[in-house]
């Protein structure tokens, strides 16, 4: 199985600042066609995850700007320019590689 | 717009038994993937496995073999999650969710407690 790592756990972020939160997988995610196979989530308090960063740097419809994914390979990254309070929550990667899925542990963004 | 929608909470004894059920909507039910992921108490998420819409082929994930099984009423677009002779450590929530166009999931149910207390 394919074991993902996140970092850091938690996160305090004050408003306005940037953040960033990285995942590395024990296998290269890099598929022949191209693509990494790294989605972002992420899950507020009481509710379930919504899927952020598809392919590892694709933002899904209605995700705003300000959050982008890059990296490649075995090693990602969450990246928020300037958070703001609705951001808050924990953020998971998980590759989509092969079965079985896999995500990284959380990392929970606080904001202050 | 595509919406999972996921039967209640559920409180049961040792040795019962549970059926979860995701009914969909907003998109072709047999179209995609639809996956099952477990969130136990304090824990991170944990996919569970995941069962073709076409063909009603379900894939288990190791650890969910036996006790779990995943099944499909395709007339009504639902799917289900039903948990045999339950234990406490099946105390969790638990999600369905759709398969993404490059797998993955793309849309959650809201998710179903299931409580198993004496």
């Known amino acids: 199985d394919i074991v993902m790592t996140q970092s850091p756990l938690p996160l305090p972020v004050t408003p306005g600042e940037p953040a960033s939160i990285s995942c590395r997988s024990s296998q290269s995610l890099l598929h022949s066609n191209g693509y990494n196979y790294l989605d972002w989530y992420l899950q507020k308090p009481g509710q379930s995850p919504q899927l952020l960063i598809y392919l590892a740097s694709n933002r899904t419809s209605g995700v705003p700007d300000r959050f982008s994914g890059s990296g490649s390979g075995t090693d990602f990254t969450l990246k928020i320019s300037k958070v703001e309070a609705e951001d808050a929550g924990t953020y998971y990667c998980?590759?989509?590689?092969?079965?079985?899925?896999?995500f990284g542990g959380g990392t929970k963004l606080e904001v202050k | 717009q595509v919406q999972l929608v996921q039967s209640g909470s559920e409180l049961k004894k040792p040795g019962a038994s549970v059926t979860v059920s995701c009914e969909a909507s907003?998109?072709?039910?047999?179209?995609?993937?639809l996956n099952w992921v477990r969130r136990a108490p304090g824990q991170g998420l944990e996919w569970m496995g995941w069962?073709?819409?076409?063909?009603?082929?379900?894939t288990y994930a190791q650890g969910f073999t036996g006790r779990f099984v995943f099944s499909l009423d395709t007339s009504v677009s639902t799917a289900y999650l039903h948990i045999n002779s339950l234990e406490a450590e099946d105390s969790a929530i638990y999600y369905c969710?759709?398969?993404?166009?490059?797998?993955?999931?793309?849309?959650w149910g809201q998710g179903t407690m299931v409580a198993v207390s004496s």
């Open positions: 907003g998109y072709t039910f047999t179209a995609y993937a």
């Open positions: 969710a759709k398969g993404g166009r490059y797998g993955g999931t793309s849309h």
């Open positions: 998980m590759q989509c590689l092969q079965t079985p899925l896999t």
């Open positions: 069962i073709n819409t076409k063909t009603g082929n379900p």
